[in-house]
């Protein structure tokens, strides 16, 4: 069952607390071919120890909430009036392949977008796009340090995959989106995968993002030290893996975890381990 048609009975339940997470030594990855875009999970052994249910304040001593505060989404980089341009099939911007101007005027992309191994600094070439059909790919660019050329989106039918990507500080992106993962058709759609970014510190953005309908995966990224931008998360459809982020404090974990409500207990294929419990 898709996120919209269950997201209202699960905003009735109770929010869940990450670091009750199973402690067990194993944790779902999920791997992205950028040359296919096709996302699988797999399980990968863990040798840090996992949280108990007594770290799961953090350290101000009891639950986080801030997180969870309702934000003001940043005024739109660019006006899109008048745009309405289709591109039916995909983008792929990459050496060889597709100009970046080939999402210039354009609101809907019927099939994927994927930028892999740019030496693009910004994202403004695609900051009118509202709707892409497939997934985002945002794949090893080392120069790109704004994603603001997300703010237009609403609608992501399958993934959004940021990874490999050296050089952006802050993901403060992708202010609109509430559900990833909207296609009726996609198999398996609506991963969230954040991995290997070297210079990530902070995850601030998608200010109205509520739902992840398939994996949320955040992993590996090294100076990651707050995801508070998903602290609007109520909806996991099925595995969250946020782990060996080794700066990441826990507290952030927690702050999104109370928050969210379906399902009501974390399962077993749940892990949060290897981030930073002294903070």
């Given at each position: 069952?898709?996120?919209?048609?269950?997201?209202?009975?699960?905003?009735?339940?109770?929010?869940?607390?990450?670091?009750?997470?199973?402690?067990?030594?194993?944790?779902?990855?999920?791997?992205?071919?950028?040359?296919?875009g096709?996302?699988?999970?797999t399980?990968?052994?863990?040798?840090?120890?996992?949280?108990?249910s007594?770290?799961s304040?953090?350290?101000?001593?009891?639950?986080?909430?801030?997180?969870?505060?309702?934000?003001?989404?940043?005024?739109?980089?660019?006006?899109?009036?008048?745009?309405?341009?289709?591109?039916?099939?995909?983008?792929?911007?990459?050496?060889?392949?597709d100009?970046?101007?080939?999402l210039?005027?354009?609101?809907?992309?019927t099939?994927?977008?994927?930028?892999?191994?740019?030496?693009?600094?910004?994202?403004?070439?695609?900051?009118?796009?509202?709707?892409?059909?497939?997934?985002?790919?945002?794949?090893?660019?080392?120069?790109?340090?704004?994603?603001?050329?997300?703010?237009?989106?609403?609608?992501?039918?399958?993934?959004?995959?940021?990874?490999?990507?050296?050089?952006?500080?802050?993901?403060?992106?992708?202010?609109?989106?509430?559900?990833?993962?909207t296609?009726?058709?996609?198999?398996?759609?609506?991963?969230?995968?954040?991995?290997?970014?070297?210079?990530?510190?902070?995850?601030?953005?998608?200010?109205?993002?509520?739902?992840?309908?398939?994996?949320?995966?955040?992993?590996?990224?090294?100076?990651?030290?707050?995801?508070?931008?998903?602290?609007?998360?109520?909806?996991?459809?099925?595995?969250?893996?946020?782990?060996?982020?080794?700066?990441?404090?826990?507290?952030?974990?927690?702050?999104?975890?109370?928050g969210?409500?379906?399902?009501?207990?974390?399962?077993?294929?749940?892990?949060?381990?290897?981030?930073?419990?002294?903070?």
């Amino acid at each position: 069952m898709k996120l919209f048609n269950s997201m209202m009975g699960a905003l009735l339940v109770v929010p869940m607390v990450l670091a009750g997470c199973p402690g067990d030594d194993s944790t779902a990855e999920t791997t992205t071919d950028p040359d296919t875009g096709n996302t699988t999970a797999t399980t990968q052994d863990m040798t840090t120890t996992g949280m108990t249910s007594a770290d799961s304040s953090g350290s101000s001593g009891g639950p986080m909430t801030d997180c969870q505060d309702p934000r003001e989404i940043p005024a739109a980089p660019v006006d899109c009036s008048g745009v309405d341009g289709t591109l039916d099939g995909s983008a792929i911007i990459e050496e060889g392949g597709d100009d970046p101007s080939i999402l210039e005027g354009i609101r809907v992309v019927t099939g994927s977008i994927q930028l892999n191994r740019t030496d693009l600094t910004n994202l403004d070439f695609m900051a009118c796009v509202q709707e892409v059909g497939g997934e985002v790919n945002i794949y090893d660019n080392d120069m790109l340090t704004n994603v603001d050329g997300l703010w237009s989106l609403t609608m992501i039918g399958t993934h959004f995959v940021f990874s490999e990507n050296s050089a952006l500080v802050d993901f403060d992106g992708m202010p609109n989106v509430q559900v990833i993962g909207t296609s009726e058709t996609a198999e398996f759609a609506g991963n969230l995968i954040m991995k290997n970014n070297d210079a990530l510190e902070t995850i601030s953005g998608f200010h109205s993002l509520v739902g992840v309908n398939n994996n949320l995966t955040i992993q590996t990224n090294p100076v990651l030290t707050n995801i508070d931008g998903l602290g609007g998360l109520r909806v996991v459809g099925n595995i969250l893996a946020i782990t060996a982020n080794p700066m990441l404090c826990l507290s952030s974990v927690n702050c999104v975890g109370t928050g969210i409500v379906m399902p009501a207990t974390p399962p077993d294929s749940w892990s949060t381990q290897a981030n930073d419990p002294s903070c």
